[in-house]
Every structure is written in C-alpha cells, then in structure tokens.
C-alpha cells in the first residue's frame, strides 16, 4: 500500500504560481510512474501531467502545456508540479497520483493510488 500525501496549494491571483508537493510512503517509489489530475467542481476529474517511473518522460494536458512542470525527487519520495501562469479555470482540487511503471495507464486516467487531494483557487 502506498500512501501519497499532497500540500502546497491555496489561493492565488491570476498570474501568480504555486508549486504543489506530493510525498509517497514507499521504499520503492522509483518503480512508480507519478501524475497529477485535476478535478473543477461540477466536472470530471482529468489529467493534468505525468512523469515516467524512470523520470526521463514528461506528460502534460493541452490546457496546461507550457504553464504547468512535473518533476520528482527520487532520493526524498516527492513528486511535484510547479505552476506557472494560473487561470481561474486552473480552480479545481488538484490529486497526486501512482502506477507502477506505467505512465501509459496515469495518462488514460488510471492509476494504483490517490492521495486525498489538495485545493488550488485562483481568483481573477
């Protein structure tokens, strides 16, 4: 069982950055492919980005490309995502995400474990 935990988000203006963080209990974190998804109230949750278990792959939804970065430190179990250029439509609950060496599976909106989730406001 891998328990993932996420932190780092908030409000923010528009414009404005945060970087979320998503730590995993687990000795074998470097086997895991790590996402995170997004989910607007009233809508589906849905992809935001990947990264694969070996971390030379990165993955990003449309909405996102150029704004959004996945990164993961192997050595301290973390995964995060830097966030650049917020929107008020970048507003949802925002979920840290694991599968085992498969970031094939994160990208088709599956995944092993969840965390609880982690609240990102952007006012306008």
Known sequence: QVQLVES?????QAG???RLTCAAST????NYAMGWFRQAPGKEREFVAAIS???GSTYYADSVKGRFTI???NAKNTVYLQMNSLKPEDTAVYYCAASVYSDHKLR????DYWGQGTQVTVSS
Do not use: H, P, Q, Y
Not at 8 to 12: D, E, F, K, P
Not at 108 to 111: R, S
């Open 53 to 55: 278990w070996v971390g």
């Open 71 to 73: 990164s993961r430190d």
């Open 27 to 30: 000795r074998t974190f470097s």
């Open 108 to 111: 088709n909106g599956l995944a």
């Open 8 to 12: 780092g988000g908030g409000l923010v």
């Open 16 to 18: 404005g950055s945060l």
